[in-house]
């Protein structure tokens, strides 16, 4: 099981962006989807989440300008950045629960995408 995320670059503050993350591989479906990011210096730290029914939390940080969604037909989870601000300069991350035939459920993370927020 593979989580591909895509999206990121460069926008100048107060600019939006929006992030995807696509599963891929053999699984019979994926569970809690997350988006987490990581600046220089610090942890990685969850900023979204959505369970498969739809439930959604957010990080204070983020709360009020990003907005988590997902696709169930198509493995997707989203992350909709509006009013993007130097602080939110971070490599994104999205994590998925995958229940995988023979394995049980897998935590599975993709490779990051890089925003920067800068003028």
């Known amino acids: 099981v593979q989580l591909q995320a895509s999206g990121g670059g460069l926008v100048q503050p107060g600019g939006s962006l929006r992030l995807s993350c696509v599963a891929s591989?053999?699984?019979?479906?994926?569970?809690?989807m997350g988006w987490y990011r990581q600046s220089i210096g610090k942890e990685r730290e969850l900023i979204a989440s959505?369970?498969?029914?739809?439930?959604?939390d957010y990080a204070d940080s983020v709360k009020g300008r990003f907005t988590i969604s997902r696709d169930n037909a198509k493995n997707m989870v989203y992350l909709q950045m509006n009013i993007l601000k130097p602080e939110d300069t971070a490599v994104y991350y999205c994590?998925?629960?995958?229940?995988?035939?023979?394995?049980?459920?897998?935590?599975?993370w993709g490779q990051g995408t890089q925003v920067t927020v800068s003028s």
């Open positions: 959505i369970t498969r029914g739809g439930g959604i």
């Open positions: 994590k998925g629960g995958a229940v995988v035939p023979g394995r049980g459920n897998l935590e599975v």
């Open positions: 591989g053999k699984f019979f479906r994926i569970d809690d």
